[in-house]
């Protein structure tokens, strides 16, 4: 089975400074990868994702990821962040076989933005 | 236009009652699921269903029953209720095939006293 591990349960940043968020998989197969943001007391909203090709995503609101299989990684960087960035992030993996999709979520990351 | 519905957003009821969440999406998407997320924001998957037809069904208990009406919804109905499912719920859908990005709706959290 499949599984995602985010590094970090609490990442704090400055105002305009660089955001990393890791994000590492397990999978025997070509992974489906995702990003998603959750703010205060909302569903999640999808950043950005890799299926195939080239291997530098980008999202929206300035995110992207990059995914190195040699490193089974998926971190997703801004490189400023902003007040508005501060919210819970989610790496997501998928598995199964065509129509019988499960996503695997990793436990989440909250960000905090300081002035 | 709201993609993903849910109602209701917030439902507080006692332990031993019974409740359902509706949930409906307007994106033509022919699998839709349902997820849990617990107080420290994991997120599992509960159910999927795939053109009304239930295709994963995780470890749940049977308290729980999903019902699919149609392509456009997905209710959850949750029986003799318990303090541990304090929760949200979150519905989402996707279009089927290859395992594109999946739509959520709000949430609805349940609260049990």
């Known amino acids: 089975a499949q599984s995602v591990t985010q590094l970090g349960s609490h990442v704090s940043v400055s105002e305009g400074a660089l955001v990393l968020l890791r994000c590492n998989y397990s999978?025997?197969?070509?992974?489906?990868l995702f990003w998603y943001v959750q703010y205060p007391n909302q569903g999640l909203q999808l950043l950005l994702k890799?299926?195939?090709?080239?291997?530098l995503v980008k999202g929206i609101n300035g995110f992207e990821a990059e995914f190195k299989k040699s490193e089974t990684s998926f971190h997703l960087t801004k490189p400023s962040a902003h007040m508005s960035d501060a919210a819970e992030y989610f790496c997501a993996v998928s598995e199964g076989t065509s129509g019988t999709y499960k996503y695997i979520f990793g436990t989440g990351t909250r960000l905090k933005v300081l002035a | 236009d709201t993609a993903v519905s849910q109602t209701p957003k917030y439902l507080v009821t006692q332990m031993g009652n019974d409740k359902s969440i509706k949930c409906e999406q307007n994106l033509g998407h022919d699998t839709m699921y349902w997820y849990k997320q617990d107080s420290k924001k994991f997120l599992k998957i509960m159910f999927s269903?795939?053109?009304?037809?239930?295709?994963i069904n995780e470890t749940v208990p049977n308290r729980f029953s999903p019902k699919s009406p149609d392509k456009a919804h997905l209710n959850l109905h949750i029986n003799s209720l318990e303090l541990g499912d304090s929760a949200v719920y979150f519905c989402?859908?996707?279009?089927?095939?290859?395992?594109?990005?999946?739509?959520f709706g709000p949430g609805t959290r349940l609260t049990v006293t």
């Open positions: 890799y299926t195939t090709g080239a291997t």
């Open positions: 999978s025997s197969v070509p992974p489906y």
């Open positions: 269903y795939n053109n009304k037809e239930l295709i």
């Open positions: 989402a859908s996707s279009p089927s095939g290859i395992p594109y990005e999946q739509y």
